[in-house]
């Protein structure tokens, strides 16, 4: 089974409108740790917000926002007043464990979000 | 620099050549992780450094795979006979810290294309 699942390969939203993108994760592990990167054309993966699996309130980073579902297993990231900027890939991503040596993270397969103006 | 740097950025091999894809870290960052792209895919662990240390090499898919990190600085990943399923992204990241807190973000390269013809 997989551990991340984004299902929507593609997404469009007008600029200037709110926009959720979808994550649910598997994971029999108590303590995670969830991740969403932006990888724009350039290549390069951005770090954009993080959510704790013991975390009582929802991440926010700007105009980021996670939406954390813990009983649902679900991440999902708002992106508010979307930007031209902002049309790229997203990655949701989780790193499991407290245990020593829990350190990769183990990425979805993305969304491409493409913003019209 | 002030981010992780690497080259080349684009490779182009005949297959069965040999490849050498270098990672130059943020300076002080502890950790470094190499992962690999396919089109259209999220990244997938290779392998993980701490310092000179190689603790995971659980993701190499071939043992004509290498990659080492002589000084626990610069890191080189090598591809022995490449085949054209090496084709991907090769992309590297580094953390500061040694085991990874489970907050603990990653921060990337750019990657290198490789295409194996």
Redesign the interface.
């Known amino acids: 089974a997989q551990k991340i699942t984004q299902t929507q390969p593609g997404m469009f939203v007008q600029e200037k409108e709110a926009v959720t993108l979808d994550c649910t994760y598997d994971t029999s592990d108590p303590s995670y740790g969830l991740f969403w990167y932006k990888q724009p054309s350039s290549g390069e993966m951005i770090f954009l917000i993080y959510q704790g699996s013991y975390d009582q309130q929802n991440a926010t980073e700007g105009r980021y926002s996670l939406n954390f579902q813990k009983a649902r297993k679900s991440a999902n990231l708002v992106i508010s007043a979307s930007q031209l900027g902002d049309s790229a890939m997203y990655f949701c991503a989780m790193r499991e464990g407290a245990r020593a040596g829990s350190y990769q993270l183990t990425f979805g397969k993305g969304t491409k979000l493409s913003v019209i103006p | 620099g002030a ?1 992780v740097s690497q080259s080349p950025r684009y490779k182009v091999a005949k297959r069965g050549q040999d490849v050498a894809l270098r990672c130059d870290p943020i300076s002080g960052h502890v ?1 470094l ?1 190499w992962y690999q792209q396919a089109l ?6 290779l392998t ?1 450094f701490q310092n000179e240390a190689q ?2 090499k659980s ?1 190499l898919p071939s043992d004509r795979f290498f990659a080492e990190r002589p000084e626990g600085s610069v890191s080189t990943l090598k591809i022995q006979r490449t085949q054209q399923e090496d084709s991907a ?1 090769y ?1 590297c ?1 580094s953390s500061l810290g040694q ?2 807190s ?2 603990e ?7 290198t ?1 490789l295409s194996v013809l």
């Open positions: 981010g950790s992780f259209g895919q999220g990244p997938e662990f993980y603790l995971d993701g992204v992309l990241a085991q990874g489970r907050n973000k990653l921060f990337f390269g750019s990657g294309q």
